[in-house]
Nanobody, 124 residues
């Protein structure tokens, strides 16, 4: 079992930055791929970014590429999502998730564990 707890969300003006954290407990975090997803009101949960545990490959949604950066610190059992140049359309609840898979990490059904989410609101 892996427990995930997100933090770092909040209210920020357009153009600003936030860094989300995902603290993991339980099994060794380094052997899991980590993904960030988001869900806006009335919309489906969508992929934002992911980091695979084997090759260390990173993946980003086109909508955040160049603005968001995913990273992890295995020593701290923590993953991060640095979000820069935020836009109002980035407003959503952001979730981190852990997966034992290293492929197709853009889809929600590839993930075994989820955090409770943290709200990000970007004002215009």
């Amino acid at each position: 079992q892996v427990q995930l707890v997100e933090s770092g969300g909040g209210l920020v003006q357009a153009g600003g930055s936030l860094r989300l954290s995902c603290a993991a407990s339980g099994r060794t975090f380094s052997s899991y791929s980590v993904g960030w997803f988001r869900q806006a009101p009335g919309k489906e949960r969508e992929f934002v970014a992911a980091f695979t545990w084997s090759a260390g490959s990173t993946y980003y949604a086109n909508s955040v590429k160049g603005r968001f950066t995913i990273s992890r610190d295995n020593a701290k059992n923590t993953a991060y999502l640095q979000m820069n140049s935020l836009k109002p359309e980035d407003t959503a609840v952001y979730y981190c998730a852990a997966s034992r898979y290293t492929s197709d990490v853009r889809t929600t059904n590839r993930y075994h564990y989820w955090g409770q989410g943290t709200q990000v609101t970007v004002s215009s």
